[in-house]
């Protein structure tokens, strides 16, 4: 399950905008399980496949939400993805100031935590927001599978703009990622 943004509702309900993919569970019984669940209160899911479903589901217990909201310390939570163990990662961008207290709000819910990596986010290492669009889009949809399942053209096609400025976009956000990988300046 790939949580992509949660938001709150009026009451303490948050809901998550979701991606379930299974390979052993067909999308309909994806539907009907997450409609079992006793803090679901509300789903808004459609099938896209045999196997993956996309929308809403509300939910009335995310304790990590529920610290995150509560917060005044300006979080900002990127994708999260579920293991094959049903426990949830969740990429969270902060202050180094808030990290403390955040986690004793999540220690305080009871809420068990493991922090696997800390790191500093500066300007020339982040990518634009059009440039993490375009790699992810590119990712998703195969750019980057052997053999290729998608071609710059089919980039073009979803993101509405020329090959030339794919191209250009993908090349620069690959660059960046490069060069911080080897740990060298110059990305641009």
Known sequence: ???AEARAEPSSNVTHFVEIISEKTTATSL???LEKLEDVVGTDLASVSANRIVGA????????????LESSLGYFIGPAN????????????????GMPRFLQSLHEKGVEYRVSEISKLTA??????KQEKVLKTALDLGFYDYPKRASTEDLSN???VSTSTISEILRRAE????????GKEGGR
């Open 1 to 3: 399950m790939k949580p």
């Open 175 to 182: 660059r960046k990622i490069i060069t911080e990988y080897f």
């Open 31 to 33: 539907v009907r399980e």
């Open 124 to 129: 020339t290492r982040a990518l634009t927001s």
């Open 158 to 160: 979803v993101m509405g």
């Open 82 to 97: 579920t293991t094959a163990e049903c426990k949830i990662s969740y990429k969270i961008f902060m202050s180094g100031d």
């Open 57 to 68: 589901v509300t939910s009335n217990d995310c304790k990590v939400c529920s610290a995150i």
